[in-house]
């Protein structure tokens, strides 16, 4: 009987020792929590990460377009960058509409329009004409450093919606180089120094996105999703903003960029319509359409679908505004690459793979 006592009063004994424990615990972590971030940290300068992070959601939108359909995003990330609401983004699909829908993490929602682009860095500027709660000033922007800790923001996957926040990942700058896309390998128009991160922040809709440091200060602009098709790899990357602030600011002041011929070289073996079996419509304008007047049957394009009618809009993310534009893209592209073009066929957006 006495023995049967001491075990309940032993096992009682126990559980208010992990009860106080456990509520000691609780008092100690309330007092972590109220009393802030301990003093090395203010010293540094780190501030508090999620303190950031929720400033630069403010800054930050979710941008809705075309697509949707056969692996096409309708979706991608971009942030404020003046006090009327302009915005920067990557040039992609997605903004081949008329309006833009930007959400912001308040769920405040706008109609943004297309201002410019540039497509040799494949950004481009948006206006929404109305002031946002909070915007980069891209000359307060700062070079990183290789070893920095970054946060980068952005809807990647479309997860957030409406008033929800995007997406936030903690990451390092692993490498500052040069991203030379090598013909067959890496399909990117831009050729110029990036930030290679250690987190994979390039996911679909992540393109747009911001790279800032721990204090909040913006370093890039998160790029399109890249692969090397030899090695399979994918390039988690940021363009800096020092590469991309020029050209924003003559877009913002009405001007024109175009693409720079010197900075790759037209192939030996060209792609030709002919060979292709394509048929444009008639060049009769400065600027005509590049759509497609008729097939060759049993020709390659006949193989993959093409159709009269269709509007070519890019090739290999390379956005396409005329018949002229067309051909010029094509000297660039060796008859034994892969060719991928988007077209646009009735109210659809249809992607053409042409493999070697």
């Known amino acids: 009987m006495d023995g049967n006592l001491d075990r309940r009063v032993t096992v009682e004994v126990a559980r208010w020792v992990f009860?106080?424990?456990?509520?000691?615990?609780?008092?100690?972590?309330?007092?972590?929590?109220?009393?802030?971030?301990?003093?090395?940290?203010?010293?540094?300068?780190?501030?508090?990460?999620?303190?950031?992070?929720?400033?630069?959601?403010?800054?930050?939108?979710?941008?809705?377009?075309?697509?949707?359909?056969?692996?096409?995003?309708?979706?991608?990330?971009?942030?404020?960058?003046?006090?009327?609401?302009?915005i920067l983004t990557v040039w992609s699909t997605v903004l081949d509409v008329d309006r833009v829908v930007a959400v912001?993490?308040?769920?405040?929602?706008?109609?943004?329009?297309?201002?410019?682009?540039?497509?040799?860095?494949?950004?481009?500027?948006?206006?929404?004409?109305?002031?946002?709660?909070?915007?980069?000033?891209?000359?307060?922007?700062?070079?990183?450093?290789?070893?920095?800790?970054?946060?980068?923001?952005?809807?990647?996957?479309?997860?957030?919606?409406?008033?929800?926040?995007s997406s936030v990942q903690r990451g390092v700058i692993m490498a500052i180089t040069d991203l030379q896309a090598r013909r067959g390998t890496i399909e990117s128009v831009y050729r110029g120094p990036v930030y290679v991160l250690d987190t994979p922040t390039n996911n679909p809709g992540a393109a747009g996105g911001a790279l800032v440091d721990l204090q909040g200060r913006l370093l890039g602009i998160l790029g399109k999703e890249l692969r090397d098709?030899?090695?399979?790899?994918?390039?988690?990357?940021?363009?800096?903003?020092?590469q991309v602030r020029s050209s924003v600011q003559k877009i913002m002041q009405g001007e024109s960029i175009q693409r720079l011929a010197e900075s790759r070289q037209p192939v030996d073996r060209p792609m030709d319509l002919d060979a292709l079996g394509i048929v444009l419509v008639p060049d009769v304008l400065a600027?005509?359409?590049?759509?497609?007047?008729?097939?060759?049957?049993?020709?390659?394009?006949?193989?993959?679908?093409?159709?009269?009618?269709?509007?070519?809009?890019?090739?290999?993310?390379?956005?396409?505004?005329?018949?002229?534009?067309?051909?010029?893209?094509?000297?660039?592209i060796d008859r034994a690459d892969r060719l991928v073009m988007l077209v646009q066929r009735g109210n659809q957006l249809v992607e053409i793979v042409l493999n070697p």
């Open 19 to 86: 009860v106080l424990r456990g509520a000691w615990c609780m008092v100690v972590w309330a007092w972590l929590v109220l009393a802030g971030l301990p003093s090395w940290a203010e010293d540094a300068g780190l501030g508090s990460a999620n303190r950031i992070a929720v400033e630069v959601e403010l800054k930050t939108v979710k941008l809705y377009g075309a697509g949707g359909f056969r692996g096409l995003d309708a979706y991608q990330s971009g942030f404020f960058i003046s006090d009327t609401g302009h």
């Open 287 to 332: 600027k005509t359409p590049p759509y497609i007047d008729g097939v060759y049957p049993g020709s390659r394009a006949a193989e993959v679908g093409l159709q009269p009618d269709d509007l070519i809009l890019f090739v290999n993310n390379v956005r396409i505004a005329s018949q002229a534009d067309l051909r010029d893209e094509l000297k660039y």
């Open 229 to 242: 098709t030899r090695a399979n790899i994918w390039l988690n990357y940021a363009i800096p903003i020092s």
């Open 104 to 165: 912001g993490s308040d769920g405040s929602r706008y109609e943004a329009s297309v201002v410019g682009i540039d497509p040799n860095l494949e950004i481009a500027v948006l206006t929404t004409g109305t002031r946002p709660p909070a915007y980069f000033d891209l000359d307060q922007a700062v070079e990183g450093q290789v070893g920095w800790r970054v946060l980068a923001v952005s809807n990647l996957f479309g997860i957030a919606t409406g008033a929800e926040m």
